[in-house]
């Protein structure tokens, strides 16, 4: 069982920053993949960004690149989604995903466990 507890949330103008944060336990935190999605009322949860363990490579969602970066922190068992230059459209709920795969993946069925979200609000 692994629980994911996100933190980092809240409401912010357009242009600035927030770092969110995922504490994992209950497993190897090192051995698999983590990702973060978005999800706003109505819609589907979608894909933001990841990174595996292997090579600790990234992926992330197209029409946010150069503005999101991820990391984690093996030692800490963290993972940190620092996002820059918010933008009205990113206002959602933050998930953490924690993944039995190794590899960074965009695939929300390859992500097992699941935080409870932290939401993020951006105001124009």
């Known amino acids: 069982q692994v629980q994911l507890v996100e933190s980092g949330g809240g409401l912010v103008q357009v242009g600035g920053s927030l770092r969110l944060s995922c504490a994992a336990s209950?497993?190897?935190?090192?051995?698999?993949?983590m990702g973060w999605f978005r999800q706003v009322p109505g819609k589907e949860r979608e894909f933001v960004a990841a990174?595996?363990?292997?090579?600790?490579?990234?992926y992330y969602r197209d029409s946010i690149k150069g503005r999101f970066t991820i990391s984690r922190d093996n030692a800490k068992s963290t993972v940190d989604l620092q996002i820059d230059a918010l933008e009205p459209e990113d206002t959602a709920v933050y998930y953490c995903?924690?993944?039995?795969?190794?590899?960074?993946?965009?695939?929300?069925?390859?992500?097992?466990?699941w935080g409870q979200g932290t939401q993020v609000t951006v105001s124009s």
């Open positions: 209950g497993r190897s935190f090192s051995s698999g993949a």
């Open positions: 995903g924690a993944s039995t795969k190794s590899y960074a993946t965009r695939n929300e069925d390859d992500f097992e466990y």
């Open positions: 990174v595996g363990w292997i090579n600790g490579r990234t």
